[in-house]
């Protein structure tokens, strides 16, 4: 039982053997987040392709009001897998213009009288 405000680790009794070059996410299942505000405290949480124990879910129970029972076979999470690219880092003088620049948090996507954080 999730009481309101309360986190748990849940064992999902999954374990995986990903390809080297692949990475799995833990992500939050909308309709546990909409119906009783049940989220993933680290989302998404990274399952690295070397991992071989149980994967396991950070849940978290944002809902003021309500508690949130979790039984076993209960669907909590969904695992994404994707390809990871492997960065290799250049170090430059300068960095190729674009169209955000240097505009950080917020600075996107407001009228004229109404400028975000970092605009
Ligand atoms: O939601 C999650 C996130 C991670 N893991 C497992 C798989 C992952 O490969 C391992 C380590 O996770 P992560 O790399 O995110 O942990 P860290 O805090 O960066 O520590 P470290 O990499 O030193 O273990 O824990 C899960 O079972 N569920």
């Known amino acids: 039982m999730l009481g309101p405000g309360e986190r748990a680790t849940v064992g999902t009794g999954v374990a995986i053997a990903l390809p080297d ?3 799995a996410f833990v992500v939050p299942r909308s309709g546990l987040a909409f119906r009783h505000g049940i989220t993933i405290v680290n989302a998404p949480g990274t399952v690295d392709a070397g991992y071989r124990g ?3 879910v950070a849940l978290l129970n944002t809902d003021a009001r309500e508690p949130y029972a979790i039984e076993a076979g209960d669907r909590i999470a969904q695992l994404v897998v994707m390809p990871v690219a492997r960065a290799r880092f250049v170090e430059v003088e300068r960095l190729p213009g674009s ?6 948090f917020g600075s996107t996507g407001f009228g004229e009288h109404k400028q975000g954080v970092n605009a």
């Open 54 to 56: 149980e994967i396991k």
């Open 21 to 23: 070059g692949y990475v």
């Open 99 to 104: 169209m955000r620049g240097e505009g950080g």
